[in-house]
């Protein structure tokens, strides 16, 4: 065998194994990270539903406090009728990784559900889950619902937008105006954009227009057809 047929051979080895590689690659994020991620996802649900019937039912009413032990664990459960009836997400505590492999995370530093200030999420819209996936159906005029122990907390979207990485005043008590003292409840939903790369990110942005007890069933917004 030449020196020629020789290269060209061991070449086209070369390229067949990092063919096989990139292809392992692709099958590890479109499927593997998904079905880890759902599992996860189940878990953090399971957990979060036992825990509040094992501390007196979903009736009980109260401010969320969230510590620092709080990171990757459940607190409430984000519904977005728009991506239909049965589209429920648990929320976890914190944006990394292994969090956002749980669910979808709640940026610390950002106000909780019920407070006045800007309650701020975060969710992958491709491989993990992909629980933002068709985030882009969501309208402006829609609503968003998290539900706690205790209450519901309903949302409507006023505006979405594509910002730069690098934009975080969308996490300001005041979206944009970090000067201001919040006056609202508002809602803020970051994910990136578009689908299938992190070159943008699309956020909704909404406000609190109800809140109300668990012990009265689920708020029109989670019944009515959309």
């Known amino acids: ?19 096989l590689v990139l292809l392992l690659f692709v ?55 728009r991506l239909g009836r049965k589209y429920s997400v648990p929320v976890v505590q914190g944006v990394s990784l292994p969090d956002l492999s749980r669910g979808v995370g709640h940026y610390p530093k950002t106000a909780v559900p019920g407070e006045v200030g800007n309650f701020a ?21 829609d609503s968003l619902v998290v539900e706690t122990r205790g209450t519901w907390y309903s949302y409507v979207v006023d505006k979405v937008q594509i910002v730069e990485p690098s934009a975080v005043w969308v996490l300001d008590p005041v979206p944009g105006k970090p000067d201001q003292q919040p006056t609202q409840q508002l809602i803020t939903l970051t994910t990136c954009n578009p689908r299938w790369a992190s070159t943008q990110r699309m956020i909704l942005f909404g406000h609190e227009v109800q809140t109300q007890p668990t012990s009265e069933g689920r708020p029109l917004a989670l019944t009515k057809d959309h």
């Open 121 to 141: 999420v975060a969710g992958h819209r491709a491989t993990n889950g992909e629980p933002f996936a068709h985030l882009d159906h969501v309208k402006v005029g």
């Open 1 to 19: 065998m030449s020196a020629t047929r020789a290269a060209v051979r061991s070449l086209g080895e070369l390229m067949i194994t990092a063919g």
């Open 27 to 81: 099958v590890y994020q479109l499927v593997w990270t998904n079905l880890a991620a759902e599992h996860a996802q189940h878990k953090v649900t399971d957990t979060l539903r036992q825990d509040w019937l094992r501390e007196g039912g979903t009736g009980a009413t109260g401010t969320i406090h969230l510590s620092k032990s709080d990171f990757g664990k459940g607190f409430a459960f984000l519904h977005i009728p």
